[in-house]
């Protein structure tokens, strides 16, 4: 008896790893274990030689085997009768209904790679408040209440705090982290930020930055070009030409923007790069004295420099996309174009 207890503990083994991937597999399972002449019947038969005293234990031991027998080819006789109503043969091969995953957003996907390419040259992220009150946003930053230049951008105020406002730029963050002193500094600092524009192909009310800002001793415009060079390398490949144009914001001095070479056209002039064969990129330069000074840094043994990159324009350039408006509609059939990305 000891040895037909051991053969159905194969049996059971057997049963348990049973996966048919045919109806014929099914059916050939059924014959073995199940048929007239298959084992369940054939391990009943030796019931008449085991002694009186065991034929209880016996028996139970060979009704647990019988139903486990029968469960699994049930199992598989029902989904097998599943398939035929749904019209197809069993075919357990076939794959499963793919369960469709959400994608990162493109304006996401093009963050988070700007954030590791700084990360890689020991850049930290800083975040800071999107309700910002105005020194942050602007007195710290050189921008004193009647300057001009607070109206190269218009700004959303809370209507019951004149203090209060809707960052207009991640260089908020930058002040915050300057007040704290904890030099040196070297962050970047991505984030949303808002300005009451029309919306358009080319504008919109909301869009989205990376800023950093290195401060330390004997930072020079060389390290701003170096670091500004990796990154577009590291972004678009070597494929292209750059180049750094002079020009005015109230935080740094000198300031430049920088261009590179169009990817759309290779230079030759399309409509993305307005027929000139460059498309800017970010804006940059070398931490004004006073801004270093109006957050308590020694203007005098520290200098730094600063960059600003619009998360969309790279976004646009990096897929080709001309409207800026597709990033905030929602619409499926855009976003799912960016399926597999990381
Ligand atoms: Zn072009």
């Not at 369960?99 to 304006?107: D, K, M, N, V, Y």
């Not at 390419?117 to 921008?143: K, S």
Request: hydrophobic letters at 35%.
């Amino acid at each position: 008896m000891e040895q037909i207890v051991q053969q159905i503990e194969a049996y059971k083994q057997e049963i348990a790893a049973f996966q048919p991937k045919t109806a014929d597999e099914l059916e050939q399972y059924r014959i073995k274990f199940l048929g007239t002449k298959g084992l369940v019947k054939a391990l009943f038969g030796e019931m008449k030689s085991v002694p009186n005293e065991q034929k209880k234990e016996f028996g139970q031991i060979l009704n647990a085997f019988k139903q486990l027998a029968e469960g699994k080819y049930e199992e598989f006789q029902q989904l097998k009768d599943e398939g035929a109503q749904a019209g197809h043969e069993l075919d357990l091969t076939l794959p499963a209904e793919p369960h469709r995953l959400g994608t990162r957003h493109p304006i996401s996907i093009l963050r988070n790679k700007a954030i590791r390419i700084f990360e890689r040259l020991g850049f930290t992220i800083a975040e800071g408040p999107e309700i910002e009150d105005d020194w942050h946003n602007f007195t710290a930053l050189n921008l004193a209440e009647n300057h001009p230049a607070r109206d190269m951008q218009d700004t959303f105020y809370v209507n019951h705090n004149p203090d209060w406002l809707l960052r207009t730029h991640t260089s908020s963050v930058q002040a915050r982290v300057m007040e704290q002193g904890n030099l040196p500094i070297r962050i970047i600092c991505p984030g949303r930020v808002y300005r009451n524009e029309t919306i358009s192909a080319r504008a919109h009310c909301f869009f989205h930055q990376i800023e950093g800002l290195y401060i330390a001793e004997n930072v020079s415009f060389a390290d701003l070009k170096q670091t500004l060079y990796y990154f577009v390398q590291e972004m678009f490949g070597k494929d292209f030409k750059v180049r750094f144009r002079p020009s005015y914001f109230p935080f740094t001095e000198p300031s430049a923007e920088m261009d590179i070479s169009c990817l759309i056209c290779g230079g030759e002039g399309c409509n993305v790069c307005k027929h000139t064969g460059w498309v800017e990129i970010l804006g940059c330069g070398m931490v004004h004295p006073q801004i270093l000074e109006n957050c308590g840094i020694d203007s005098k043994k520290y200098t730094g420099f600063a960059f600003g990159i619009g998360i969309e324009r790279l976004t646009m350039l990096k897929y080709q996309i001309k409207d800026l408006r597709l990033f905030s509609e929602n619409d499926l059939r855009f976003l799912k174009q960016f399926q597999g990305t990381v």
